[in-house]
Nanobody, 120 residues
Framework: VQLQASGGGLVQAGGSLRPSCAAS????????VGWFRQAPGKEREFVGA????????YYADSVKGRFTISRDNAAKTMYLQMNSLKPEDTAVYYC??????????????WGQGTQVTVSS
């Protein structure tokens, strides 16, 4: 599966963005998918994931209640609705496909990142 993320950008604190991740090749609907992020000087961290079978969602505590993941299997696309953005959300956001384990995503495939910058 090849993944292509897009839709990042620059937004003021309190604003919203909706990055998306389009898949090609493979069987997108057979994988759980999700997002990770990496801020400068920090390790890559899990943001959220959605399962392929039931659409169950899982989120990091830092984004719970502000971010929402959704997927359109027919369009082979995943979305990350980001509301009430904070400067600490600034990072490169990566989409990934794999399987959910213990509330997080074990990725087998990575997309390239999309930059999200939140100004204060």
């Amino acid at each position: 599966v090849q993944l292509q993320a897009s839709g990042g950008g620059l937004v003021q604190a309190g604003g919203s963005l909706r990055p998306s991740c389009a898949a090609s090749g493979g069987s997108f609907s057979s994988y759980d998918v999700g997002w990770f992020r990496q801020a400068p000087g920090k390790e890559r961290e899990f943001v959220g994931a959605i399962t392929w079978r039931r659409g169950n969602t899982y989120y990091a505590d830092s984004v719970k209640g502000r971010f929402t993941i959704s997927r359109d299997n027919a369009a082979k696309t995943m979305y990350l609705q980001m509301n009430s953005l904070k400067p600490e959300d600034t990072a490169v956001y990566y989409c990934a496909a794999g399987f959910v384990r213990a509330g997080s995503l074990s990725p087998g495939f990575w997309g390239q990142g999309t930059q999200v910058t939140v100004s204060s």
